[in-house]
C-alpha cells in the first residue's frame, strides 16, 4: 500500500498551494483512479510520488518504509509514464529502450530480455527500427507505455496515458493496463476521462484545488451521498415513452416539484465528478 | 559509469541525426577561415606597402637620384604632379599615398644651400597610411638622402624577433584558432535546443523520476560534445593546413607541442560546454537560448580579439579583451602556435578556461535545483 499523508507543495513564488494537505490511501493489487480538473495538482501529485519534486509537508510511505527508502533501497521499484511523449524521436524504437532500460541499471542479459517483454507486450515489434517520431500516435502512447514497464516496477504512475489516441488504441492501452495489475502492484492512473476510470479502476479519489474530496472504492464512490444531493430526489422510472415522461415531469410541476434534469441509464462517474467539482470548463 | 556511457551513446546518435546543426558546427569555423585568412594577409604579414606609389616633387637631378633611391622595398616611384597644389590634391585622394617635396637648391640634408640653411625636405601623407609604413617609407627617404642605401640601413641593424618570425599573428595564425575557437563555441546552440526539448517532452522529467541524478544527465552531455570539439580542432587545424594554401594563402605551420594543443583545446572545449549547459537550463524556450546562445558568442567573440585581431585595437581596448573568455582561448593558442610555448606559458589560460567551466556547470546545477524547489 502506497499511503500518503498530509503531502504539500506550492511552486517558488506562487502564493497558492498545489497540494494543500493530502491524504490518501493506495491499495496494491488493483488501478487507483486520480480525478480531478485542469489545475487540481493530479500531475503535481504524480511528479512528487515520482521523485521528480520534494513536498514541503508530508509523507509517503510505501508498506513499512518511506517511498524515497524504498527507491533508494530499490531505484527500480517505480515507473512513470507521463503524459508527455517522453522518449527520443530521433532515435528508433529500439534505441529508446535500450536506453531507459540501460540508464536505469539493467545488466545486458536484462535489458534484452526486458526490452523483448515489452516490445511484445506494447505490440511494437514490427516497428522496432523506425525513428519513434515516426511513429503514429497510438504507437507512440505504447512505446511511451512500455518505457516505463521496462523495469518491472511495483509501483506504476500514469499520467493520462491514452491522451490524444484513437478509439482502438485507447482500448488496447487499457486493455493493457488492466492486464499488469496485480497482487503486490500499485497502478496509480490519471485521466481527464471519466469512462477510462469508471472502465478500469477499482479505487478512486476525486481531487480539486490541491484537496481530496471523496475517496473510496469505486462502489462507495458511485453510491457517496452528496452535500448537494440533499434536497434533491432521484426517482427512477421506467417510461413508455416520450409522451410518458412529459406528463410525469408535469405532475411533478403540479406537485410543487421543479424537475431538475432528465439522465437514462444508471448515475456515472462524471455525474458525481461535475457534482463535486462544480464546473465543467478550466482554463 | 555504464549508466553514463549509455546517456553519451544517446546523445551521440541524437546529434548524428541532426545534419543541420552538425553542418553548422563544422562548416561555418571553416568558412571564416578561410575567408578571414585571405582577407588579412596583407594586414598581417606587413606587407601592404607592396607597390605602394609614391611621388618626388622637385627640380634637378638631386630630386630624380632620390625618386630612384627610395624605390623598392614595396615603394614604386609614380609620376610628379606639377606643383604641391596638385600634389596635395592627390595625395588626400591616396593616389599617390606619398609625395616628398624636394625645396630647389637641395643637395643633402646636412648640406647648406646658397642661403646658408639646410633646407628641409617635406613630405605629403595619405592619413589612411598605416604607421608602420610611414616609418618604413621615413627610412628609405633618410637612406636615400643620406646616400646610403636603404637596405644597407636596414643591415646595419640585426633585429632578431623570438618565437614568431614576424612578431605578431600571420593571418593564418590568428583565423585558425580565432575561428576555431568561435566555432567551439557555438556547441551552445545545439546543447541547448537538445536539452529544452528533452525538458519539453518529459523526457528529462522521465529520467529524473529514473532516479538519473541531474549533475549525471549533464555530464551526458559533456562526452559527445568534447569529442565534437576536439573534431573541430582538427578538421580547423587541416584547413589551416591544407585549404588555406591551396586557396593562395599561407599555409599554417603544425605546433611543436601537440600536447599542449590538445590540453588548450580540452580546457576551451569543457568552457564552451559549460557555457552550452548553463544556457540550456536557463532558457525556457528554444527562441531564448538561440539568442542568449548566439548572442552572448558574437559579442565575446568580438571582445575577445576574434573578429578583430587584437594587434590591432588600441591598447585600452585590448586590456578589455580579457573580460572574453574566448581571448584566454586565444591566448593558450597562440602560446603554442604562435610563440611555440612550453606548459607555463598555457597554464594561466588553462586554468582560468577550467574555473570558468566548473562555474558554469555549478550555475547550472544551482539553476535547475532552484526552480524545482529543491535549493
Known amino acids: ?283 | 559509469m555504464r549508466r553514463l556511457g549509455f546517456l553519451w551513446l544517446k546523445e551521440w546518435l541524437a546529434l548524428s541525426r541532426d545534419v543541420h546543426g552538425l553542418a553548422v558546427l563544422f562548416l561555418m569555423p571553416a568558412a571564416f577561415i578561410v575567408i578571414m585568412s585571405l582577407a588579412l594577409s596583407d594586414v598581417a604579414t606587413g606587407d601592404a606597402g607592396r607597390g605602394l606609389e609614391f611621388a618626388v616633387l622637385g627640380s634637378g637631378e638631386k630630386a630624380a637620384r632620390l625618386a630612384q633611391d627610395i624605390a623598392g622595398g614595396g615603394f614604386r616611384a609614380a609620376p610628379a604632379p606639377a606643383n604641391e597644389a596638385a600634389a596635395r590634391a592627390a595625395v588626400s585622394r591616396g593616389k599617390p599615398a606619398l609625395v616628398l617635396l624636394v625645396p630647389a637648391g637641395f643637395q643633402g640634408i646636412f648640406e647648406p644651400s646658397a642661403t646658408g640653411t639646410a633646407p628641409t625636405l617635406r613630405l605629403l601623407a595619405d592619413p589612411a597610411l598605416p604607421g608602420p609604413q610611414l616609418a618604413a617609407f621615413q627610412q628609405r627617404v633618410l637612406g636615400a638622402a643620406l646616400g646610403t642605401p636603404p637596405e644597407a640601413m636596414a643591415q646595419a641593424l640585426d633585429i632578431e624577433v623570438v618565437g614568431n618570425p614576424r612578431g605578431r599573428p600571420s593571418a593564418v595564425q590568428q583565423s585558425v584558432p580565432a575561428w576555431l575557437i568561435f566555432g567551439m563555441f557555438f556547441v551552445v546552440l545545439p546543447i541547448s535546443s537538445l536539452f529544452i526539448v528533452e525538458r519539453r517532452d518529459g523526457t528529462l522529467a522521465r529520467l529524473v523520476s529514473q532516479r538519473v541524478p541531474f549533475s549525471m544527465l549533464l555530464l551526458g552531455k559533456v562526452g559527445p560534445f568534447f569529442l565534437i570539439n576536439l573534431a573541430q580542432a582538427g578538421l580547423m587545424l587541416l584547413a589551416g593546413r591544407l585549404l588555406v594554401p591551396w586557396l593562395g594563402g599561407e599555409a599554417l605551420e603544425p605546433p611543436q607541442r601537440w600536447d599542449l594543443l590538445l590540453a588548450v583545446t580540452a580546457c576551451t572545449s569543457l568552457a564552451a560546454i559549460g557555457w552550452g549547459l548553463l544556457v540550456a537550463v536557463c532558457s525556457r524556450t528554444l527562441e531564448q537560448a538561440t539568442v542568449i546562445g548566439g548572442v552572448g558568442n558574437i559579442l565575446a567573440a568580438a571582445l575577445g580579439g576574434i573578429m578583430v585581431p587584437r594587434f590591432v585595437m588600441p591598447e585600452t581596448m585590448q586590456r578589455w579583451t580579457e573580460l572574453s573568455p574566448m581571448a584566454w582561448a586565444l591566448d593558450g593558442f597562440h602560446a603554442v602556435i604562435l610563440r611555440h610555448g612550453g606548459a607555463a606559458d598555457i597554464a594561466a589560460s588553462c586554468a582560468k578556461l577550467l574555473a570558468l567551466a566548473a562555474a558554469l556547470l555549478g550555475a547550472a546545477l544551482w539553476m535547475h535545483y532552484r526552480r524545482r524547489g529543491r535549493a
Do not use: W
Open chain 1, 1 to 283: 500500500m502506497l499511503k500518503i499523508e498530509g503531502l504539500s507543495f506550492r511552486y517558488p513564488g506562487r502564493e497558492q498551494a498545489v497540494l494543500d494537505g493530502i491524504s490518501l490511501e493506495i491499495p496494491a493489487g488493483g488501478i487507483f483512479g486520480l480525478l480531478g480538473p485542469n489545475g487540481a495538482g493530479k500531475t503535481t501529485l504524480i511528479s512528487v510520488l515520482a521523485g521528480q519534486l520534494r513536498a514541503a509537508a508530508g509523507r509517503i510511505a510505501a508498506g513499512d518504509e518511506s517511498l524515497q527508502g524504498a527507491r533508494e533501497r530499490r531505484p527500480q521499484c517505480l515507473g512513470l509514464v507521463p503524459q508527455e511523449l517522453a522518449f527520443y524521436p530521433m532515435l528508433t524504437v529500439l534505441e529508446n529502450l535500450r536506453f531507459f532500460g540501460g540508464v536505469q541499471g539493467l545488466g545486458p542479459a536484462r535489458l534484452r530480455e526486458r526490452v523483448q517483454a515489452v516490445t511484445e507486450f506494447g505490440r511494437i515489434e514490427s516497428v522496432l527500427e523506425r525513428r519513434a517520431g515516426e511513429l503514429s500516435g497510438g504507437l507512440k502512447r505504447r512505446l511511451n507505455l512500455a518505457i516505463g514497464l521496462l523495469t518491472e516496477p511495483d509501483i506504476l504512475l500514469l499520467d493520462e496515458p491514452t491522451v490524444g489516441v484513437d478509439p482502438q488504441s485507447r482500448a488496447f492501452l487499457l486493455e493493457s493496463i488492466r492486464a499488469i495489475a496485480g497482487p503486490g502492484r500499485i497502478i496509480v492512473y490519471t485521466s481527464h476521462y471519466m469512462e477510462e476510470v469508471q472502465a478500469i479502476c477499482d479505487h478512486v479519489a476525486i481531487i480539486d484545488a490541491g484537496r481530496v474530496l471523496l475517496s473510496g472504492t469505486l462502489g462507495e464512490v458511485l453510491g457517496a451521498e452528496l452535500g448537494a444531493d440533499r434536497d434533491v430526489v432521484s426517482l427512477r422510472l421506467r417510461v413508455p415513452g416520450p409522451e410518458a415522461l412529459a406528463r410525469a415531469t408535469e405532475a411533478a410541476r403540479a406537485a410543487g416539484c421543479e424537475p431538475l434534469g432528465v439522465d437514462h441509464g444508471p448515475r456515472d462517474l462524471e455525474q458525481v465528478f461535475m457534482q463535486l467539482t462544480n464546473r465543467s470548463l478550466r482554463d
